[in-house]
């Protein structure tokens, strides 16, 4: 298992405009190590790279030479350097959800079964679904542009979760994750999004028969 501060965190929508695949995943490690304060406009964490390693499983050498780079140069996260004896470390603020946001679980850094890019497509679908489920209705196109990344780049991660069976079509889920005039919808089965997980759902509408049971996600 590996060290996280908190057993869950919320990250903003909006942070799938600035970042993807390897460098959302790291982005969603700053913010499971960084403490929450409620109604604070920033979550506030001095991670050390060997840390965010540590809880992500990425290289120190990826984490300093190309993800914190791209973040600085990105400025959706305020990041201040200061001086510590002869080392330098960093202090991220990173944007304090009140509305619009995901839920992403601690187990996510532990779980083996997926890569470090496929965890960062999943968090960006999931930032892309309607909310309140884990149905993106997005076409291709749409989310690769949005994006910004290369149409076979998308396709060979999608086909990746495809066949991990993390990601399906909604004419091939359970009813409970899907809505029936939309069978082309892609459907997220990944059990550490959501506050309510996919198999909660689907577990609570088998108990209620015939209801279909959609939670807060």
Known sequence: MRTTLKSYTAIPIEVCKHFKGKDLYLLAGLYINAPY????????????????????????????????????????????????GYKKRN?????????????????????????????????????????????????????????????????KYRNQLLEKKVLCIAKEAHLALTHVDKPEDYILMYQYIGHISYQDIIASYKSMKNYGVYGFI
Request: charged residues 25%.
């Open 91 to 155: 202090t991220y603020y990173l944007p304090n959800p009140k509305t619009n946001y995901r839920i992403i679980k601690a187990g996510m850094f532990s779980d083996s079964t997926l890569t470090d890019e496929e965890k960062g497509v999943i968090i960006g679908l999931y930032c892309l679904c309607v909310n309140s489920t884990f149905a993106c209705g997005l076409s291709d196109r749409s989310i690769y542009n949005y994006w910004k990344m290369s149409k076979n780049t998308f396709k």
């Open 37 to 84: 304060e409620r109604g604070a406009e920033y979550m506030i964490t001095d991670t050390t790279f060997e840390q965010l390693a540590e809880t992500t499983g990425v290289k120190v050498e990826y984490i300093k030479d190309s993800f914190i780079p791209k973040l600085k140069e990105d400025g959706y996260i305020k990041c201040e350097t200061r001086q510590i």
